[in-house]
């Protein structure tokens, strides 16, 4: 009973009435955020005393902003493609292989998942320091390569073991080559593996923070960073522009993958 | 690979082929990268802590002597705890309703949830960093209102700290502790109630215990993330009471002490380490990495 | 003698201390439909894989026109083979699915395409051609592994069974797409299922594995009139099992109660064997005349059952054991009542020792 919505009685208004307050809890900020971004007040006064896109002609005409926007854009799509390639290596690894320590093994590759950040981010700086790759464009790569490559092990080891090997096998004893048989078919049926490794690499990079502070020179710096640098300087309501660029994309993410699961058959 | 005997039509041959070890190798490139790029860097690190400036444990002697450490270890640590019951609290309730409650009312607020979880982490700090300000909307309602006379400090203090971070943290707790709600068969509670057992004692004798294994991977998992957090702490924190993260950033980054960030970094390392691996010895892998 | 067309030679496969196949020897004829048959776990499988090239064989060897395939990739082996769980390639259409042999060979377009339209043809799902997989019913599934598995003209088709997914009657149909794809085609068929029945409708020949052996090779006839073992005659068709023991200088056979039956052919035992399983088919007893008989079983009838085309009845022995047995409408025991003593008859040709 304590399941069935309708017999909770009392219970029913309480548990209601806090999902309201912890959904409101949790939409407020960002909403208040968004409309702030078109209010005119300097010092983010809310309600705000008027209204005007200038933050945004702004954010969109200052080089350092486009800059970041690119580079992050960049280092994220490198990473999507490197991650999704080495994961998928991995996975058929994890998956088919026969060795010893094999549970072992994709322990390890999940450890930078679970692990601190700051302690990586600090551990590879020195690293870093040593081979002079800070602030270069491959070392970003790098670095967010390590920390994306456990999403895309995790989404494609999924797909590889819904997939019916016999498939694959069926497809040999056809005639294609081992590898033949896993390019033109193994690939193809595990698309929507690959395609989520790809995404979540992509946000994990685009997103990531702690390491990119790091990694950051002056001359590089990542979307997140500069707008870390920014806030520990001053609440500008650009940033507030940037956040609301930022949540757009990110409701359009929800909405695309939304689409993709309804459109997609049983 | 290669056979050692011929077959001959009409004899029964020996035809011994030697066993691999199959399947290894499409691992190396990315273990190759994990071990240049990442268990390297580390053993560096432990490597620094206990020989910069001199060989020798002074590092970590001096990590837990100095009253200014250990404040911010204590800090960090009540920060956290704070933050994972306030979590708990909220995320209970929340996750009974989503998974009890009519679905269109159910996948709103799960929606809501996702996009929270899925908005950039900079962009919710910024957030309560406008709200938390001394003239920003909650000071100015309280004060309009008439509870408070002169503006709380909820920005640059521990205050402003746990209410960012239990606000980043909710989803995460959130989403496992519905999952496990969500798989428990409503027969039991029946054949609970059957028995004699009243409300609250199917509450406390079959639903708490049924959803432990869900409590308790959000709790640690929610607690380490919160050990190790550096953006939140960083921005709504003041520098006076710093947390565990952004002690390790400075040493590294202002004063150039490797040897004492190595030593702080490997102690939150091996704490979190370790409490996952009670998590796993009790309650199994699932929970580790159940957050997408 | 000529040389066989398949030849399995000793096959042994051994999974560290399990045995999965040992000792298995064959010789196939071009053309031939041979049914590998057995219960769960006896080795048919196995066998049939390591003909396909998914597993090595720890001993033996398999020539094909006395080449060894042994050393032949999987995928040269020219092997067509037709799995439990169709193994459609899901994201190609059915066309594409049966193009897909003759696409990784390099074969020109025109041939890709005359052929596929032939094998569409030889299934019958010509208007299927631009199907999904998913869209089509397990029995037209299985019909497109097959037209895919012979689009590349292999000499020889295994099929590990492929029918125990669908139900009895589907099974039936394509039972019969099958023998008359066979019968079209000529090409050598090996076929594996725990299904007696529709080994003895498809096959030339029965091999009947047991626990990684091959217990008997043979007809469906011979398999069932002559079985070798008392394994094989438990597995084929119905049987009724009873102890006896071998006697006296003329060693005759005597059931539990005393009786003698005379006349039983014994060579298939061994010369100092004394306890011995007597097996008798359930549709091979018939009532006692009361003329002189060489073997007579008496006992009570415990139940009857009327079947339309016969009449079933449960006997208890005198000695106590269960007795099934089969009359056909004709014959007096029929109206036999529950309870009743009776008393039943056999030729001795129809008695087997083991």
Not at chain 1, 4 to 20: E, N, P, Q
Not at chain 1, 51 to 68: E, G, Q, R, V
Not at chain 1, 208 to 225: K, N, R
Not at chain 3, 84 to 98: C, E, G, I, K, M
Request: hydrophobic letters at 50%; proline letters at 5%; charged letters at 15%.
């Amino acid at each position: 009973m304590l399941l069935d919505f309708d017999r909770l009685g009392a219970l029913r208004a309480v548990l209601s009435g806090i999902a309201v307050l912890v959904g409101a809890f949790l939409l407020l900020p960002v909403i208040v955020i968004v409309l702030l971004s078109f209010g005119s007040s300097r010092y983010l006064q809310f309600p705000p005393p008027s209204w005007t896109l200038h933050w945004y002609t702004d954010l969109f005409n200052d080089p350092d902003w486009l800059a970041s926007f690119a580079t992050s854009a960049e280092i994220a799509i490198v990473v999507a493609i490197v991650a999704t390639l080495l994961g998928l290596m991995a996975s058929f690894g994890l998956t088919r292989g026969r060795f010893r320590g094999r549970e072992t093994l994709r322990a390890v590759f999940m450890t930078p998942m679970v692990m601190p950040v700051v302690v990586f981010a600090v551990a590879l700086y020195a690293l870093f320091l040593r081979l002079q790759l800070n602030g270069t464009f491959i070392g970003f790569v790098i670095a967010h390569l390590v920390i994306a490559l456990p999403f895309a092990i995790i989404s494609i080891c999924n797909a590889l073991e819904g997939f019916d090997k016999s498939i694959e096998d069926a497809a040999v004893l056809c005639g294609a080559s081992p590898l033949e048989a896993k390019l033109r078919v193994t690939l193809p049926a595990i698309k929507a593996g690959l395609f989520g490794a790809a995404i979540f690499s992509f946000l994990a990079s685009w997103d990531e923070v702690v390491v990119a502070i790091f990694m950051s020179s002056p001359d590089l710096q990542t979307l997140p960073v500069r707008i870390f640098s920014t806030l520990q300087q001053d609440l500008s309501p650009v940033i507030a522009a940037v956040s609301t660029v930022l949540v757009a994309l990110t409701v359009l993410l929800m909405v695309i993958a939304a689409f993709f699961r309804r459109g997609k058959p049983a | 690979m290669s056979t050692t005997a011929m077959a001959f039509p009409g004899n029964r041959a020996v035809t011994r082929r030697p066993r691999r070890v199959s399947g290894f190798w499409p691992t190396s490139p990315a273990l190759a990268l994990l071990i240049v790029f990442f268990v390297a860097p580390l053993l560096g690190l432990l490597l620094r802590s206990v020989l910069d400036p001199h060989p020798g444990l002074q590092n970590y002697a001096e990590v837990f002597a100095s009253t200014t450490y250990l404040r911010i270890f204590m800090n960090t640590f009540i920060v956290a705890t704070v933050v994972t019951t306030a979590t708990l609290l909220l995320a209970f309730p929340v996750a009974w309703f989503l998974a009890v409650a009519p679905r269109r009312w159910a996948s709103l607020l799960f929606a809501v949830i996702i996009l929270s979880m899925w908005t950039n982490l900079l962009t919710r700090t910024y957030a309560w960093m406008v709200l938390l300000q001394r003239t920003g909307i909650i000071n100015k309602t309280l004060m309009s209102w008439g509870v408070i006379a002169a503006p709380l400090p909820l920005i640059n203090n521990l205050i402003g700290v746990t209410i960012g971070m239990t606000y980043i943290m909710l989803p995460f707790m959130v989403l496992p502790l519905q999952g496990t709600i969500r798989s428990l068969d409503p027969a039991t509670f029946r054949a609970a109630s059957l028995c004699g057992a009243g409300r609250l004692q199917v509450f406390t004798r079959v639903f708490v215990p049924l959803v432990a294994s869900g409590i308790g991977a959000g709790v640690l998992m929610v607690f380490v993330m919160s050990l190790g957090y550096f953006v939140t702490p960083a921005l709504l924190g003041g520098t006076s009471n710093m947390m565990l993260a952004e002690l390790i950033a400075q040493l590294v980054q202002s004063l150039l002490n490797w040897g004492l960030a190595g030593a702080a970094a490997l102690i939150l390392l091996v704490v979190s380490l370790g409490i996952y691996a009670i998590q796993f010895r009790f309650f199994g892998i699932r929970a580790a990495g159940e957050v997408e | 003698m000529t040389r066989p067309f398949l030849s399995v030679q000793g096959i042994e496969k051994t999974y560290g201390a399990v045995v999965a196949v040992q000792d298995v020897t064959l010789d196939i004829a071009e053309g031939e439909f041979i049914t590998f048959l057995g219960p769960s776990g006896s080795g048919k499988s196995t066998t049939l894989y390591a003909v396909a090239g998914f597993l090595e064989p720890t001993k033996g060897d398999i020539l094909l026109n006395g080449k060894s395939l042994l050393d032949v990739p999987s995928n040269k082996r020219n092997i067509g083979m037709v799995f439990q769980r169709y193994t459609l390639f899901p994201h190609l259409s059915v066309a594409d699915n049966v193009a897909f042999p003759l696409r990784v060979r390099r074969r020109p377009k025109a041939e890709v395409d005359a052929r596929v339209a032939a094998m569409l043809k030889l299934v019958r799902l010509e208007s299927m051609a631009d199907r999904m997989p998913a869209q089509m019913s397990g029995g037209q599934q299985q019909r497109v592994a097959l037209a895919r598995a012979l689009a590349y003209n292999p000499p020889i088709l295994l099929m590990d069974e492929p029918l125990s997914a669908l139900d009895k009657k589907l099974r039936e149909e394509i039972q019969f797409e099958i023998k008359r794809i066979h019968n079209e085609t000529g090409v050598t068929i090996m076929y594996v299922t725990h299904d007696q029945e529709e080994a003895l409708r498809l096959s030339d020949r029965i091999a009947l594995f047991n626990a990684g052996r091959i217990e008997q090779i043979g007809t469906g006839h011979d398999l069932y009139e002559k079985p070798a073992s008392r394994f094989v005659a438990g597995f084929i068709g119905n049987s009724n099992f009873f102890e006896g023991t071998l006697s006296g200088a003329d060693r005759s056979i005597r059931l539990p109660d005393g009786t003698a039956i005379r006349g039983v052919s014994l060579d298939r035992l061994a010369p100092a064997k004394e306890d011995v399983a007597i097996m008798i088919r359930p549709d091979h007893f018939r009532l006692h005349d009361g003329s002189e008989a060489a073997a007579m079983l008496r006992g009570t009838v415990t139940d009857t059952t009327y079947l339309g085309e016969y009449t079933q009845l449960a006997v208890t022995t005198s000695w106590g054991a269960p007795l099934s047995v089969r009359l056909p409408q004709h014959d007096p025991a029929v109206s036999v009542q529950k309870g009743q003593p009776i008393t039943l008859t056999c030729a001795p040709s129809n008695v087997r020792v083991f």
